[in-house]
C-alpha cells in the first residue's frame, strides 16, 4: 500500500485534493494510476477513496515551484471520474486555484514577506496565469476566516483570485468573430450572441430570446437547456472552437443567459434586490443549470459587459470601477476588471474564500504502478 | 481552528471517519458539535467538511479502550446529518463496526499475539457486542488484503465480523410475537409475516405475498415499497416497538421480502445462480430498496432461518454448517450462525472487508464548543 501525503482544501464551493508534485514523483506511480486508485474513480460511490462522489468533490491539483519568470508555482488541475477511471487535464478551475494558493502560502512555496501574500501561479492544463492574495498577518499563514461566497454558508480564508491577461487565451482575441453580436441559428429560428473569449471561450444570449427573465430559479431555467444545447454547437463553430463533423462538446464554449437586473430570490431563498447586483447570469454546466457560475464563465462576462456593443454590456449596469456584480442562482458574485500593464487585457478579480479541510497521508492501493 | 486526529476506513461498503475518544475529549467541545463542524452537516453537499454528503459516507465513531469484562474496546456510532445540523445515536452500524476492528489493531487497542486477532467490541449506542477478526500475520496489523464485498469491486482486509448474542437485543426474545408466523393486515389484505427480533428488530414477508418472487432489481422491487411501508407499521404494532398514536418509524423494524432460491442477476449484471445462494431477499431501507442489505438485517435472517415455522425458514435451503448464503441486488452475502456457549443466542458470522484510506489531522472550525 502506497503512502502519498494530501490536503483537502475547500476552495469556493468545491471540494479539492491537493498534492504536491515531488511526493506524486517519488511514489514511481504515474499520477493517472495514483489519481484513480487514491479516490476509487472506477465506483460511481467511490467508496473506497478520498473522492466525494460528485463532480465538484472529485477533483485534484498537484503543484509545484515554478521556474517560470513571475510565476511562483504552477500547478495541475485533475477532474477524476466518478465511475469512470479516466483523469480529465483539459480545462482549469478557479475554486481549485484559491485552495491552491492557500496550499502555497502553508507550504511555503511563497516567502511570506508582509501582511499579504499575493501567490502567482501558471495553471499547465490551460497556461493560464492567476494570482491568489491571501492576507497573512505577522507573515503567517492563516487557517481561518471570514470570507463567504454564494453557494455555501462556510467562512473561509479570503483569497483575492485574479485571472491575468484573460481575453484570447483559446482563440487569441476576444471576440474570436470580429462582431459584438453574432446571429446564430436555434431550434426556434435565429438569435443573437456574443460569442466571447476570456478566461474560457463563451456564448451570451439575452434571456428574452429565449423566453427568459434572466432571474429564473434553476427549474425554471432547465426548461431553456435544451435549446442553448443546440446554440453551443452553432456558437462552437462560429468560434472555430470546432468544425462541421467534429463530436458535439457539452464543456465549451460555455453557454448562458444575460439580462438587466430585478430582483429576484436566491436558491436558498434570499431576497436579492434590484440594485443589489448589475447582471442577471443563468449558465448551462454540461447538460444542466450550474447552480452559481464557473469563476472562468465569470471572467468572461466581465470582459463582455466592458465591450460595447455586446449583449452583456447591452443589459449590465455600467459602473465606473470596473465591477461587475453578477446575479447568480446561489447569490451575487462580484468580479472586478483592473488596468494590466504591458499592453495585457485587463486583471479580473475575484473575491473568493478557501479552508484546508484536513492534512492528511493517504494509503492508495496502488502497487508497481497498477492497481493492486 | 481546532485540530482533531482521525482515520477515513472503509467498512464494507460504508466509509466512517474514526476517532479516539481520548482524542475528543482533549479538545474540551462536545461530541456532537465537533462532529457537525468536522462533516460540515448544515450543508447537504458538506463541501466545508470530511463527509461525503450521502448515507453511507456521513458516519462516524468513537472508539476507547474498555473497562467492562470481556471487551477490548467500546465504541459509539454516528450517523451524522446531511443538510441537517443533528447527529443520530439510536443504531449501530455492521459497516462502522469492522472499520472499528481495523482501526483498534493499528491503533494497538488490542494485543497482537498471533496471527490472527479478534476484537471484543461493545457498541454503546446498542450494547450489542461484536466481535471483528483479522489476520495479524507476524503480529503486524495489515493494511492490504484480498478480501471484497458485494457492491463494491475494492478490495481489503479480511474481517471476520461476529455478532454476539443477537437474539432478542431490542426486545428480549426471538419471536417478539411469541409466533413464527403472524398475520398482518396489508393495503390488499391479510398478510403473513414474520417478526423476529435479532441484530435488529425485522418484519419479512413472502415475496408472493406482494407478487413478488424476490429475486427483482432495484427498480422492480421497488414497487412493493408502499406496500411494505405500511406493514412495517402493523409490524412495529404488533411487535411493541410502537403504539398507537406514536409517530410512524421509517427505520424499525426493518422491513423485507424472502423467497426460494433462483436464477438472477445483480445489479452490475453478474448472474448468481439457483445454486450459489440460499436464501433471495430484497430489503427495504427507509423509503427505498437497500442496493444490498443492511448486517444487523442479515443477521436477523439467518436467526430467522434457523428457527422452524418462520417464513425464512420455509423458503431457506437449508445447510448442515449453520450457513446461510442471502442472494442481495449486490450479491451474495453469506451469514453463518455458530453456537455459543453459557445459554447465549449462536453468534452470527459475517465475511466482511475494510481497509484505511486515509489518516488525517482534521482542522474543525469550532471555537469555545461553538461552531466558528
Known sequence: MLRLQGEMIRGGTSKCWIFDHQDVVATGVDVDTLLLAAFNAADPRQIDGVGGASSTTSKAAVVQASAEPDVDIEYAF????????????????????????????HRGLVPLTSDRTTVRM?????????????????????DEGRAVVPGTNALGVPVLLGF?????????????????????????GPVEATLVDAGAPAALFEAKAVGLEG????TEFAAAVPALTVLRRQAALAMGLAEEGDPVSHAVPKVGIVARPVSYRTTHGTLVAQDEYDLAVRMVSMHAPHPAIGLTSAVALATAAAIPGTLAHRVARQTADGTLRLGTPAGVITAQAVPAPDGASPTVLLHRAARRIARAELLVPVLEGRPA
Chains 1, 2 share one sequence.
Open 78 to 105: 485533475a477532474q477524476v471520474g466518478i465511475g469512470d477511471e479516466s483523469v480529465e487535464w483539459a480545462s482549469n478551475c478557479g475554486n481549485c486555484a484559491t485552495a491552491v494558493a492557500l496550499y502555497a502560502v
Open 122 to 142: 501558471l495553471n499547465i492544463n490551460t497556461d493560464a496565469r492567476l494570482t491568489g492574495t491571501i492576507p497573512t498577518p505577522g507573515r503567517s499563514a492563516p
Open 164 to 188: 491575468q491577461d484573460p481575453v484570447g487565451s483559446t482563440t487569441g482575441r476576444a471576440l474570436p468573430t470580429g462582431h459584438a453580436v453574432d446571429t446564430l441559428t436555434g431550434p426556434e
Open 215 to 218: 432571474t429564473e430559479s434553476l
